[in-house]
């Protein structure tokens, strides 16, 4: 069964086994799935079967973001170095001076898990980066 923290009138009798989540889901328990796609890589390699997921999101040294599953079989081998894998992720949106990043994906915003593009190529994590120093037209994605 499920409770939550307050919920739980004794701590000290939890039985041992049982699995603590913190977060909204237990996803953001896992660690963060960002990877490089190196020189020679394979796509298989980095993202296994999820290759051509709608999930699985590129993110070329251009800046630009492929989903896996709008991709073509030949454009895998195609990928460059330097390639940013995202596996388990959407896209959330961009951030404007009418909507900010908790308006696009609410309490995840500054989660380790939940990624900014910004538009330099750069990636950073949402506990990297403070709500009022994200630069308009960064986009965001975060776990499904």
């Not at 799935?33 to 070329?60: I, K, Q, W």
């Not at 596996?87 to 309490?107: D, H, M, N, R, W």
């Not at 990624?115 to 990297?128: Q, S, T, V």
């Amino acid at each position: 069964r499920k409770l939550r923290g307050n919920e739980i009138r004794d701590w000290k009798n939890i039985p041992a086994g049982t699995k603590v989540l913190i977060g909204e889901e237990q996803r953001e328990n896992e660690e963060e799935v960002v990877t490089d796609l190196g020189e020679g890589a394979f796509v298989r390699d980095v993202a296994g079967d999820e290759y051509n997921a709608d999930s699985t999101l590129y993110v070329l040294p251009t800046g630009m973001v492929k989903k896996g599953s709008d991709m073509e079989e030949k454009e895998f081998g195609a990928l460059p170095a330097g390639t940013k894998v995202l596996l388990g992720y959407v896209e959330g949106g961009a951030v404007t001076k009418q909507k900010s990043a908790f308006q696009i994906c609410g309490k995840r915003w500054n989660l380790p898990s939940t990624c900014y593009l910004l538009k330099d190529g750069a990636i950073k994590a949402g506990n990297e980066i403070k709500e009022n120093e994200i630069p308009p037209g960064a986009r965001i994605f975060y776990h499904k």
